[in-house]
């Protein structure tokens, strides 16, 4: 099974969910966000629904890469893509040292960490305010 296949963490728009590639087809552009992270062989993906908490962007997508030059890589993949589907300018943050990059595509914010970092921020339980799954190695 592969991460965007994975079964819901809970089907509460309140929590952090894994998101199958299916569900995703109500949002063109999370839905090309989390094929092309299935195809670049992300980890652990979730998605998390931001209407209602914040006016940032509808959706939050966060991935790990198993190392830093996994994770350059797929935040450079993903940010070309992006752009060559005519959705704008796409900006990148953290690029050089890819422990963290964050890729803005205006309505979906990607956050793509080496495991690591991931578990030390752990942006699922923040942002899905305690409701969310425990990323692995951090319980």
């Not at 209407?51 to 997508?61: L, R």
């Not at 005519?86 to 979906?108: S, T, Y």
């Amino acid at each position: 099974m592969t991460q965007a296949q994975t079964p819901s963490a809970k089907a509460d728009s309140a929590t952090a969910t894994v998101t199958r590639l299916a569900d995703a087809n109500q949002d063109p552009l999370l839905a090309m966000v989390l094929e092309h992270l299935d195809d670049d062989q992300a980890h652990d993906v979730v998605t998390i629904p931001l209407e209602g908490k914040s006016s940032i962007a509808d959706f939050m997508v966060i991935a790990s890469g198993r190392s830093t030059r996994q994770v350059a890589a797929m935040a450079q993949k993903l940010a070309e893509k992006i752009k060559h589907a005519g959705r704008g300018p796409v900006k990148l943050e953290g690029l050089p040292a890819a422990d963290w990059v964050l890729v803005d595509a205006g309505d979906v914010i990607v956050h793509l960490f080496r495991p690591e970092v991931r578990s030390f921020y752990n942006l699922e339980r923040m942002w899905a305010f305690g409701d969310a799954p425990p990323v692995a190695g951090t319980a």
